[in-house]
């Protein structure tokens, strides 16, 4: 098997947009979520998001000015704007920018996205109920459906290999990450830009996702202590934007070329409960099945684990 590598790395995120802001930030102890500034939401239970923070560039916001013009930005629903940006970074970071032909055949794209455009389609339909057919606009579908995340950088940057989206709710991204992997291990891709992008901080969601008690409704007054799943009283999850990228290669055609190795994938396992639409077994049988397969693959003993990245929900 090949060994895959980690090359280059992007983000925008409530914390900022870049991947030094995230970082300082972090460390830091700061927290995204604050309340909703980008709609009204005094008819809504929850109040509160991880809005990606909009302004000057050089004060760790978001400027979207910074990475595409204004024509192309109303083609875009803002998880695509979210990708892109992240993307760029990560493209930037890793200094690989294939020219050639078999390069850029050996180049692919795996962006996980659990829904898409939901502000895009939310908006168009209330365009179509209010103004008629002949006023959506034709650019509505290619803005809004998940497998443009991947496929959109695909043309902006003509890579070749693998091009698509995994959904899979909240582990889209990581899926994204994983089967990249998985490409670049078995020798069907040299090089994959992977991650997640999503946007959905928008009242559908919230409303939703309020109904089917999932979010968290309880600490409007305090954003930055809403997400704690560790907690007793947790009471839901915390509903954010963004967009994360990585580029992943392989060992041998990042030392050849000179790249920064930031560091190595080694495994990756997946599962699925087939116990209910929302809530795990209580017994964490799916998840533990998954860490199992990712030791097997990786081929290391659970003793030589030393961190796990909880997907601390907060939900009960």
């Not at 790395?9 to 927290?31: F, H, I, Q």
């Not at 959905?200 to 109904?211: H, Q, R, S, T």
Request: include cysteine; charged fraction near 20%; hydrophobic fraction near 40%.
């Amino acid at each position: 098997m090949r060994r895959v590598v980690v090359t280059g790395m992007g983000m925008v995120t409530p914390l900022g947009d870049g991947v030094d802001v995230n970082w300082r930030r972090l460390m830091a102890a700061e927290s995204g979520i604050r309340s909703i500034q980008a709609f009204d939401t005094s008819d809504l239970a929850t109040k509160i998001a991880g809005e990606v923070p909009l302004g000057d560039k050089a004060n760790g916001h978001f400027n979207v000015d910074a990475y595409l013009p204004p024509k192309e930005q109303r083609k875009l629903d803002k998880f695509l704007i979210f990708g892109i940006a992240a993307a760029e970074q990560a493209v930037e970071d890793s200094g690989w920018k294939p020219q050639d032909d078999e390069s850029l055949k050996r180049t692919g794209v795996m962006i996980g996205a659990g829904i898409g455009g939901l502000q895009t389609i939310y908006e168009t339909s209330l365009t179509l109920k209010e103004r008629g057919p002949r006023r959506v606009s034709p650019f509505f579908i290619p803005s809004t459906i998940s497998n443009l995340a991947p496929g959109t950088l695909s043309l902006r940057h003509n890579l070749r290999a693998a091009n698509w989206a995994p959904a899979s709710a909240c582990t889209s991204g990581a899926h994204g990450i994983g089967e990249a992997f998985m490409h670049i291990q078995t020798d069907r891709a040299d090089v994959m830009l992977c991650g997640g992008a999503e946007a959905c901080c928008e009242p559908l969601a919230i409303a939703g996702f309020a109904n089917m008690q999932a979010i968290c409704k309880t600490m409007n007054d305090d954003p930055a202590r809403a997400s704690r799943p560790f907690e007793r009283n947790r009471s839901g999850f915390v509903l954010g934007e963004g967009a994360g990228m990585l580029v992943l290669e392989e060992l041998g055609h990042a030392r050849r070329r000179g790249a920064t190795i930031y560091a190595e994938l080694i495994g990756y396992g997946s599962s699925a409960d087939a116990y209910h639409v929302t809530a795990p077994p209580e017994g964490g049988e799916g998840a533990q099945r998954a860490f199992v397969e990712a030791l097997r693959h990786a081929r290391v003993d659970r003793s030589e684990v030393g961190y796990i990245n909880a997907h601390g929900t907060s939900t009960d």
